[in-house]
């Protein structure tokens, strides 16, 4: 579960630093000179690539902790169930019989 956690916070993180890249992308542009826009340009799209990268796998790694528990969960409840309809069994079959 702790995880699972973990994993939303550093997307949500993750997600928070592209309008911050690109707060700095601009104050960059609106700084550098005519020839040194292109590498600001490509640098700063680089870096926004890889925060969404990053918080896809994030994302992704997220899930799949969460649906892995679940089904940990499922499998224990469908077991304790079937554990308690075991025990049942001779009652109700002498029910079903009338």
């Known amino acids: 579960m702790t995880l699972g956690s973990l994993g939303?916070?550093?997307s949500a993180g993750i997600g928070l630093l592209g309008p911050i890249v690109v707060r700095y992308a601009i104050d960059g542009i609106d700084k550098a000179s005519p020839e040194t826009v292109t590498p600001i340009l490509l640098r700063y799209g680089l870096i926004i690539?890889?925060?969404a990268i990053a918080k896809g796998i994030f994302l992704y790694s997220q899930r799949m902790i969460m649906v892995g528990m679940s089904?940990?969960?499922e499998y224990d409840l469908r077991n304790e169930f079937y554990d308690h309809l075991q025990t049942c069994t001779a009652v109700l079959s002498g029910i079903s019989n009338r």
């Open 49 to 51: 690539v890889a925060i």
């Open 8 to 10: 939303v916070m550093l």
């Open 71 to 73: 089904r940990d969960i």
